[in-house]
């Protein structure tokens, strides 16, 4: 049967050839000439005077911009590459330049950073209140202060250009073991192996002899990598404690807080709310443990559907259900995600040899995104693609805003997606036929709830423990086993039969460079939206325009002023979090209510 819509995403409308591409390269080439160029340009600028050279600055901080633009279209670029093919040595070569490349951009914001830094403050007050400046007024705030929290501007050069082949060099050891990992798995009689990525969707697996045929070898592949994965987080922890130290940062969540643009306070607020709801939680999963015949859930049985009959989809029809509740909230994001899958803006083709996971990456200079995935047809599956719509939906509301203003932080990068997966949620459990169905359907929300409040609270426990043990030295793979088990064991408030002890190894976004701390934005963005979603319940089709305006002021707020402009509250209290809790629990007791 034709489908109607593909499922292999269009990269050549950027630059034409894949990693072999003659445009892509004449770009690296571009880029390589004109960035140390822009840094020239903006350190030549003088601070000395009382009055700012204008439209200087107007003229640097637009070509600037457009660099920015630039170099974000090329990276995004080579990371769908990658993704799409792990066998593909090219990419992985561009991506060590393209790493280089970010040496010399991120010398070029220390510069402004610098910059910045050096103004008197009636010199800084004129340039931010020219109106042709005053649009990224916020992003300029934002980095001057950063500077004056930093080493002086030829150490962080310095940081920037070692840590191509050090810090980020890491990362690509891990993607690179990654790629090339195979767990058996035996399949009629024969043994097939599995890319990491095809693994994880057999953990999904109705089957729980599956399941668990499948855990013990995937957490024996990892098992027999351990060495090589304790070797690289270590490096790369300890490189980040190194700079922290360098810095006189004594905080480990200091970046990651700043990153978020959020107070310590909101994130404690936030998990204290989370711990309260903790024990309802652990009532749904002791219930499913019933239903599945066990006396207790294990890892492995975690996204694990109920039994019955499950709903599956072609791709045709998921991307019709997604486009359909999506106008039931907002006719732009049903026309915008129509427009993105008809334009073969979504790679979800279930073959081997693709990266784990899914993501949404941002294509600045041609106002576009694309959405990497691997769709086999499960409900999870549909529940993935509108939370990566959600994701590039966010882009597009933001494409004409200046781009320092369009980088908005991962927590609230998370908020859109969630929102957007959780219409399409609700969607498939009220057109549910049968109780069988509608508690199928449930179990599958509740899995999120259970991700957010209780596995991610646990990667935030490990990571945090890890790295005060780590500023000690260097730890082993069997020590960071037994962190990763006493974290699992807290967050799940001690729910399940067994857990997953090289998680560690096995969860990539430890080892991101990008964005430390990988993990409590995702909970963050969960009860955010939770909040948000309860609010456009109450107001209806009017909320869709409130919402755009949220979502426009991402990358120019912190997220407690967001919160306080948007939706009228304060997130530092633990009120708004305690609601939002509430709100994801009431799944719990509609749940329990069917079984009984």
């Not at 106008?327 to 049903?334: H, N």
Request: charged share 25%; aromatic share 12%.
């Amino acid at each position: 049967m034709t489908s109607k819509y593909a499922q292999t995403w269009d990269l050549d409308v950027f630059f034409s050839g894949g990693s072999e591409s003659s445009a892509l390269k004449e770009e690296l080439s571009y880029l390589k000439r004109h960035l140390p160029l822009m840094k020239e340009k903006i350190l030549t600028i003088n601070t000395k005077t009382e009055f700012p050279a204008q439209e200087e600055w107007v003229q640097a901080i637009d070509e600037l911009q457009n660099l920015t633009k630039r170099f974000h279209e090329l990276n995004s670029f080579i990371s769908c590459l990658e993704a799409q093919n792990t066998k593909d040595e090219q990419a992985k070569i561009l991506r060590n330049q393209a790493n280089q490349l970010y040496a010399v951009y991120e010398s070029v914001m220390t510069a402004l950073e610098s910059k910045l830094a050096q103004m008197t403050d009636p010199y800084w007050q004129q340039l931010i209140n020219n109106s042709k400046i005053q649009s990224v007024s916020f992003a300029l705030m934002e980095k001057r202060n950063q500077a004056f929290e930093k080493l002086p501007p030829e150490q962080e050069e310095l940081v920037s250009d070692l840590s191509v082949d050090g810090y980020h060099a890491w990362e690509q050891m891990y993607y690179t073991i990654v790629g090339r990992m195979q767990i058996p798995y035996e399949e009629n009689g024969k043994t097939v192996y599995l890319s990491v990525g095809q693994a994880v969707n057999k953990l999904a697996h109705p089957d729980r002899k599956v399941r668990q045929q499948v855990f013990e070898k995937w957490e024996e592949a990892w098992e027999n990598h351990a060495h090589l994965f304790a070797e690289t987080i270590n490096h790369l922890s300890g490189y980040r404690l190194q700079l922290y130290k360098h810095r006189h940062w004594d905080h480990i969540l200091k970046e990651p807080l700043a990153k978020n643009r959020m107070q310590e306070k909101t994130l404690n607020a936030m998990w204290e709310a989370v711990e309260n709801g903790k024990s309802r939680l652990k009532e749904y999963l002791e219930q499913k443990a019933k239903i599945l015949h066990v006396e207790k859930l294990s890892w492995y049985d975690l996204q694990a559907s109920l039994p019955g009959k499950t709903k599956t989809y072609t791709y045709d029809e998921a991307a019709d259900f997604i486009i359909e509740q999506f106008g039931q909230f907002s006719e732009d994001l049903a026309a915008f995600t129509q427009h993105a899958i008809k334009n073969r803006w979504i790679e979800a083709e279930d073959r081997p040899g693709k990266n784990p996971g899914g993501f949404c990456t941002g294509f600045p200079q041609s106002k576009q995104s694309r959405i990497f995935m691997t769709f086999s047809g499960t409900t999870s599956n549909l529940f993935t693609l509108a939370h990566e719509l959600g994701h590039a939906y966010h882009s597009y509301v933001m494409k004409d805003l200046p781009v320092l203003v369009q980088d908005y932080a991962m927590n609230v990068a998370e908020t859109a997606s969630t929102f957007a997966e959780l219409i399409v949620v609700d969607a498939a459990i009220k057109r549910a036929n049968t109780k069988e169905e509608k508690l199928i359907l449930l179990d599958e929300k509740l899995k999120s709830t259970v991700a957010f409040f209780m596995d991610i609270h646990s990667r935030f426990l490990f990571e945090k423990r890890f790295y005060e043990e780590r500023k000690q030295g260097a730890l082993s793979s069997s020590r960071l086993c037994e962190l990763m088990t006493e974290a699992q064991k807290e967050g799940f408030a001690n729910a399940l039969a067994e857990y997953h002890p090289h998680f560690w190894a096995s969860k990539l976004h430890f080892y991101g460079t990008d964005v430390p701390f990988y993990n409590f934005p995702y909970t963050f963005g969960y009860l955010f939206s939770a909040g948000i979603y309860a609010r456009s319940q109450e107001e209806g089709p009017s909320f869709a325009e409130k919402y755009v305006h949220l979502l426009r002021d991402t990358g120019r707020m912190t997220v407690e002023e967001l919160a306080s402009r948007h939706l009228g509250v304060d997130l530092t209290k633990p009120d708004f979090w305690q609601e939002a809790v509430n709100l994801a629990l009431k799944d719990v007791e509609e749940f329990l209510k069917l079984v009984k």
